[in-house]
């Protein structure tokens, strides 16, 4: 209130600072002026639909999102509320860059908290100068880092007040089934929140992305755009089996009891890897796709560790998703069911399901 924020501005505040790991007065003003700055910048859907100088483009994705976010609410029983009802163009590739940090010798993100809404893996900015800045300075600590470009965040429906989250131009042109699995993911958030588990909360608006997507592609895209999306999922689905089997074995060196020397030999080794294996898939399989060389090229524990966090418990999730008939509103139960539990005996649910 110091600051001259009304309820709505403080709501978002602390509602950015849930999902970007708040820390500080000096965060939660950037915080704050940040999202206000993009919320400002937005106007309905229906405005831009009815503007004759909106380029047709655009006109055309914002009525594509239009159906999705319908079918989100009446196929995927997602939240019915303002956001996705908007849009803005923020003039910048990126909604947010998020800082994210692992020791030399650990998979485990340096986690940052906030009195109330709990702790995250991960530290957001609005500007990359903000991000870059975090990232020096825990360098300089001897921490492993990557900043990393976010097109969305999520303000888990706490800003529907102020129109709730926006459609940004950083993501509106994606590809048809990568724009819904977006959706549909941000929207997961506003339907279960674990405070202090990013695997969680990540993992399970994975697996909401997934099953949506495909739900959606099935019942409303062209055969061009579902080959598009399999092709895209497709080498997703490779990438994330072949990062996953490094953190596997990393975390197993990590917890071993070898010295500092031989786990630094052995991790340059498997890092090594996982880069060669990475080159044959795209000269074998891809046919030269090189989506994610600028991930591989900065590899390191922190963007493996973060990877985990979205991807580590999302066949559980999945698995629990077919347990409940397919049906979202008892998905939905169950989760919400398993949020309520301590975190040791959540996990351990999880992991035996």
């Known amino acids: 209130m110091a600051m001259g924020l009304g309820l709505g501005a403080l709501t978002a505040a602390l509602a950015v600072c849930l999902v970007t790991g708040c820390g500080g007065l000096g965060y939660v003003a950037q915080s704050t002026s940040g999202h206000l700055g993009l919320a400002s910048s937005a106007k309905p859907v229906r405005k831009w639909l009815e503007d004759e100088h909106t380029p047709q483009p655009l006109r055309e994705r914002l009525e594509l999102s239009q159906r999705m976010r319908d079918f ?49 893996g991960y530290r957001g900015y609005f500007t990359i100068d903000e991000a870059d800045a975090l990232g020096d300075q825990l360098r300089a600590e001897g921490m492993e880092v990557s900043v990393y470009g976010v097109p969305a965040y999520s303000t888990l429906g706490w800003t529907d007040m102020l129109g709730g989250d926006p459609l940004l131009n950083t993501f509106i042109f994606n590809p048809e089934g990568e724009l819904a699995r977006l959706i549909f993911h941000e929207l997961a958030h506003q339907v279960v929140y674990v405070k ?20 959606w592609l099935a019942m409303h895209a062209s055969a061009a755009a579902r080959a ?24 197993a060196l990590y917890r071993s009891d070898a010295a500092v020397a031989v786990k630094r030999e ?28 600028a991930w591989f090229a900065h590899a390191n524990n922190a963007t493996l560790g973060v990877q985990g966090a979205y991807d580590d418990l999302v066949p559980q999730f999945e698995r629990l998703y077919e347990r409940e008939g397919r049906d979202f509103a008892r998905f939905y139960a169950a989760v919400k069911r398993l949020a309520a539990l301590p975190k040791p005996e959540r996990d351990a649910t999880l992991r035996t399901m």
């Open 266 to 293: 052995r991790m340059a080794a498997l890092m090594a890897q996982m880069r060669a294996d990475y080159e044959r898939l795209k000269t074998e399989q891809w046919g030269g796709y090189a989506g994610y060389d």
């Open 196 to 215: 202090d588990d990013t695997q969680f909360n990540e993992s399970f608006a994975t697996a909401v992305e997934r099953i949506g997507a495909a739900r």
């Open 228 to 251: 598009q999306y399999e092709q895209l999922d497709s080498r997703r689905r490779a990438f994330k089996q072949l990062t996953r089997h490094t953190r596997e074995q990393l975390d």
């Open 72 to 120: 989100a609410v009446n196929e995927l029983r997602l939240p019915d509320n303002r956001s996705y009802r908007s849009y803005a163009d923020l003039k910048r590739p990126y909604a947010v860059w998020n800082v994210v940090a692992a020791p030399e010798l650990s998979l485990q993100l340096r986690t940052w908290c906030f009195p109330v809404f709990g702790c995250a």
